[in-house]
């Protein structure tokens, strides 16, 4: 069998691809949502996609009074975290390719669930960090409240969102909870706790710098 098929398709071992290279470092992200906008850290890390492990997603919403499935405000769209090229905008998730090379399995690509079909970014866009890419929504798989899902790929592998390269957002690095859609943020001292009620304790402000040191 290993003959076969080394004589269809080479020899595997001969030239190995490095999936995830030891000195890979996750590029200078925003939060997806627009600069002094307050929003809330509503899921800590989970699934990336479906059920079940690597947990390489969290979620945010706009801050409201409203909850469960409700439409925004105009001002409130999602954003592009870093520069990128649009590769999927579908209900099924929108992907921004970091390296622009049109392939979703090299590099570092971004991924985005629930935006709305109105206005969400379509395929082929150039888009630059901070643009607007859609509305936060309950479209697309089964949600309790309107918000967005966002996780990270590196040549086609899920990232976990707590690991040797955590979600980093402005500084702020994501930490799993005593389980699945818990957990934390911090940059330095300063803490945030996920939690679908948006309270106080959750919520973020985009744009905005970390204190230097005294």
Not at 43 to 64: K, L, N, Q, R, V
Not at 142 to 159: F, L, Q, S
Request: proline share 6%; hydrophobic share 35%.
């Amino acid at each position: 069998m290993a003959r076969v098929y080394q004589t269809f398709f080479g020899d595997p071992w001969a030239d190995p691809v490095i999936v995830l290279p030891g000195s890979l470092q996750q590029p200078e992200m925003q939060f997806p949502f627009v600069a002094g906008h307050l929003w809330a850290y509503t899921g800590g890390p989970h699934t990336g996609w479906g059920s079940g492990e690597p947990f390489a997603a969290i979620d945010f919403a706009p801050a409201s009074d409203t909850t469960g499935c409700y439409t925004v405000e105009s001002d409130q769209y999602a954003t592009a975290m870093a520069d990128g090229l649009v590769l999927r905008s579908d209900i099924d998730g929108t992907v921004i390719d970091l390296d622009k090379d049109g392939d979703e399995r090299t590099g570092w690509v971004l991924f985005y669930l629930h935006l709305a079909t109105e206005q969400r970014v379509p395929l082929g866009r150039e888009v630059k960090a901070g643009e607007p890419i859609g509305y936060p929504s309950c479209e697309g798989g089964h949600v309790t409240g309107t918000h967005v899902h966002i996780a990270r790929k590196y040549n086609g592998e899920w990232i976990l969102a707590d690991g040797p390269l955590a979600f980093n957002l402005e500084g702020w690095i994501a930490h799993n909870g005593s389980q699945v859609y818990k957990g934390t943020m911090t940059r330095g001292a300063a803490m945030i706790i996920a939690c679908e009620c948006s309270d106080y304790q959750s919520q973020i402000m985009s744009g905005v710098k970390a204190e230097s040191p005294e």
